[in-house]
């Protein structure tokens, strides 16, 4: 069961060492900021990148890992609060601001702490440069979220905090002729507003319709809707999972390394969760034995099994041939 086809998986593969991002503290940390698994969470993470000959590129356990315990955490390369959320999250972390005592403002954005705010004014530098009201009520009408994460790539690259390449490795997309007019539209948008905001050519030589699109076919498989569970690092991790499936909407979405590497199943044995911001966690629900894979379940897994083909199909493009969709469950 695989995420994609073998054939598109092996092209990626073999142009970056997934491995190669596994000591980028921008993208994995190894240390825990919540204490609870502190102790257990020095020196790398108990897992390798590794191919399968059915699946592709997949996530394996180098030793055992007992259920509930935390396998490694993750940092986003490029995190991106919802419109409707730009209020009451913080603009880089996306951490929930539960009061103006606890906001530290900048030009028109909040952040959780003077650190984020540090953190981000790099690419908010950049932003502010320009008038985004077009690009903005595209997104809003057309209640796009991903475009929105192109454009804060693109001030992060023009800043120099990431590389123009630094999501290549990702999976893109298959993208239909009429996905790609609309994205075209955002395209002209994202380009005039750089443009009349005067960037200089060179700094702006990379956005290309070819490479917004290909950005765009790689988010479109790879973000993750952040859903926070919550604060509280006392309390089991397993019912926080389950939690998250409710919580009160996404606070934005993000972009990870690691993390994009896990292959999808409808009855995982790890979890992703944040608890309250975009830093990943990556949890086992389960024991898992050395050399066995780790998945992670893209969708609500709680739904039938006719439901769950149909959106893993559409929105992700494969056919799941997981043991539960084996036996129809
Ligand atoms: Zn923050
Ligand atoms: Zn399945």
Not at 104 to 131: I, M, P, W
């Amino acid at each position: 069961m695989s995420r994609f086809a073998l054939v598109r998986y092996s092209r990626y593969f073999s142009r970056l060492n997934p491995l190669h991002y596994l000591n980028k503290p921008l993208l994995f940390s190894s240390s825990s900021d919540s204490g609870r698994d502190s102790e257990s969470q020095t020196g790398p993470p108990p897992i390798r990148v590794g191919l399968t000959e059915s699946a592709g590129r997949a996530v394996f356990a180098t030793r055992r890992i007992g259920a509930g315990d935390l396998i490694h955490t993750a940092k986003p390369v490029v995190a991106c609060p919802s419109l409707l959320k730009f209020d009451s999250v913080c603009y880089l972390c996306l951490k929930k601001l539960m009061g103006s005592s606890d906001k530290f403002e900048d030009r028109g954005v909040s952040y959780c702490s003077q650190e984020c705010l540090e953190n981000a004014k790099g690419f908010h530098d950049v932003e502010t440069r320009a008038d985004w009201s077009s690009f903005s009520d595209y997104c809003r009408t057309h209640n796009f979220k991903y475009p929105l994460i192109v454009k804060r790539l693109c001030c992060m690259i023009i800043s120099g905090a990431l590389s123009v390449d630094c999501l290549d490795i990702l999976q893109p997309a298959a993208l239909s002729a009429e996905m790609i007019k609309k994205i075209e539209d955002g395209y002209g948008l994202l380009w005039n507003a750089f443009r009349k905001a005067n960037f200089k050519d060179e700094d702006v030589a990379f956005l290309t319709k070819q490479w917004y699109t290909g950005m765009l076919a790689r988010i479109r498989i790879n973000a993750f809707r952040i859903d926070l569970v919550g604060g509280s690092c006392g309390e089991d991790l397993l019912s926080l999972a389950a939690a998250s499936v409710e919580s009160e909407g996404a606070v934005g979405h993000a972009v990870y390394m690691l993390p994009s590497f896990y292959n999808h199943d409808c009855d995982p044995n790890a979890h992703i969760i944040w608890l309250e911001n975009a830093d990943a966690r990556l949890n086992t629900l389960r024991d898992v034995e050395e050399g066995e894979e780790l998945r992670i379940c893209y969708i609500d897994a709680s739904m039938g099994y006719e439901a769950r083909q149909t959106i893993l199909s559409q929105g992700f493009g494969f056919c799941c041939n997981c043991a539960r969709c084996e036996s129809r469950d």
